[in-house]
């Protein structure tokens, strides 16, 4: 598969804490774009984003590319900001929780293009309470495709 496609992904973050802004950072630099979510309730916070995919990396997985995607290439990711760093100047909290793509398959991919997207799951929190920060896991179960039409 050598053509680009666009891949529409969310992100869904459960129980977060509440009052804490979080963005999505578009770019590399501290002066980064910080986008709002595109869903918002008191359990959950949602954001969803296009990455191209272009290419095969050697292992076999997609390439994915666009002013989203962080990282080398073997382990590309996103970025979530909180607190201050999404703009929230009186927030005690200055983080970036650091979403991982590295699961996701050709399948995955094949499957969500057009009309579908994949999208994931992460916890709002750390263990200690506050919000979550560093690189996190994804809820199981992963990467999964779902229609764009859903909530």
Known sequence: MADAMILPIRISIENPVPGV??????????????LPPTLETP??????????????LPDGRPRLLGPFVQGPPAARFFYLCVGQAAGQTCSEWNRRIKVPLGGLSWDQVCAAIPGRRVAARIAGRGRDGSPACASVALLAPGWCVEPIASG
């Open 21 to 34: 802004r979080i963005a999505l950072q578009r770019g590399a630099t501290a002066t980064a774009d910080r």
């Open 43 to 56: 359990a959950l916070i949602a954001f969803d984003l296009d990455v191209r995919v272009e290419g095969t």
